[in-house]
């Protein structure tokens, strides 16, 4: 039972454009969303997080879109760069449980 | 950093063997997990846990068994290696990130070829 729905599968952005990811959950009791950033032949690695209490964070070039109401997070990254070509996992957990639950991810190429 | 080693790193292996992937943390945190990783499938867990002896089945756990003798090792092991468990397994720690929730550190991964 699939609880984070990820949505591209994959996405091409040209430089400098936005690249925006989109993840909804259905579980309520979740109540942390980090996103993860994967490159090739690497593990995840956190890259940014946010908490529901907060309709948005931001880091540099990359933002967390929070709409509690609809369920519904993204990721924004702001002049996309060809570094940032990568795979993008969003997750979801209760605070207090050390167990996250995974979208399928979303593979993002950045063209000049 | 949570100081976390997978071996092997690349392994091929014949149908119906059997394989033990080994996970090891530097860093005592108590639960620890394994992901299988697949186009179109995203992360799957396969098994975790959540101290010594003691360990639960993820979405994907047919097939495979565990072991945590000790705190800083987490043994995956397919009992009989299918061509269907061709992917790349990740280990994962979580640790407590401060005002937030818990993050998950992840290994480097195996990448595991049954022919």
């Known amino acids: 039972q699939q609880q984070v729905k990820q949505s591209p599968q994959s996405l091409i952005v040209q430089k400098g454009g936005i690249s925006i990811i989109n993840c909804a959950y259905e579980?309520?009791?979740?109540?942390?969303f980090p996103w993860y950033q994967q490159f090739p032949g690497k593990g995840p690695a956190l890259l940014i997080a946010?908490?529901?209490?907060?309709s948005e964070k931001k880091e540099g070039r990359f933002t967390i879109s929070f709409n509690k109401s609809a369920k519904q997070f993204s990721l924004h990254i702001m002049d996309s760069q060809p570094g940032d070509s990568a795979t993008y996992f969003c997750?979801?957990?209760?605070?207090?449980?050390?167990?996250?639950?995974f979208g399928t991810g979303t593979r993002l190429t950045i063209i000049p | 950093d949570a100081g976390i080693t997978q071996s092997p790193r690349h392994k091929v292996t014949e149908t119906g063997t059997p394989v033990t992937l080994r996970c090891h943390q530097t860093e005592n945190h108590r639960y620890m997990y394994w992901y299988r990783q697949d186009p179109g499938h995203g992360l799957r867990l396969i098994h975790y846990?959540?101290?010594?002896?003691?360990?639960d089945k993820g979405e994907v756990s047919d097939g495979y068994s565990v072991s945590r003798s000790k705190t800083e090792d987490f043994l995956l092991t397919l009992e009989s290696a299918t061509s269907s468990q061709t992917s790349v397994y990740f280990c994962?720690?979580?640790?407590?990130?401060f005002g937030m929730g818990y993050g998950y550190t992840f290994g480097s991964g195996t990448r595991l070829t049954v022919v």
């Open positions: 946010i908490r529901p209490d907060v």
């Open positions: 846990s959540y101290g010594v002896k003691d360990t």
């Open positions: 579980n309520t009791a979740f109540d942390y």
């Open positions: 997750a979801a957990g209760a605070f207090g449980n050390e167990k996250l639950t």
């Open positions: 994962a720690i979580s640790e407590s990130i």
